[in-house]
Nanobody, 125 residues
């Protein structure tokens, strides 16, 4: 069992920056996929950025490339998402995700087994 606890997020004006972080606890041994997904009401959860804890390889959604950065503190089992140049269309609930490591990084939400409670990011124009 893995527990994910997110923090950060909030409200910001367009062009601003926000950071979110996620601490994983429990059965986090070995190399795994971790990442950030987002969802707005009525839409499917979409991958934002993911990382393989072994190689630190990353993947990003085209819509956030060059603006968002995912990083990992392996010693603290913490994954970070730095968000810059935020746009109103980035407004969503952001979820941290974890799954066992194979074919990582992985941007498919259905492949993940563990999820955080979500943290809201709101970008106003």
């Amino acid at each position: 069992q893995v527990t994910l606890v997110e923090s950060g997020g909030g409200s910001v004006q367009a062009g601003g920056s926000l950071n979110v972080s996620c601490v994983a606890s429990g059965s986090t041994y070995g190399d795994n996929c971790m990442g950030w997904f987002r969802q707005i009401p009525g839409k499917e959860r979409e991958g934002v950025a993911t990382i393989y804890t072994g190689s630190l390889n990353t993947a990003y959604a085209d819509s956030v490339k060059g603006r968002f950065t995912i990083s990992l503190d392996n010693a603290k089992n913490t994954v970070f998402l730095q968000m810059t140049s935020l746009k109103p269309e980035d407004t969503a609930m952001y979820y941290c995700a974890f799954r066992r490591g194979w074919r990582c990084p992985d941007m498919t939400a259905l492949d993940y087994h563990y999820w955080g409670q979500g943290t809201q990011v709101t970008v106003s124009s």
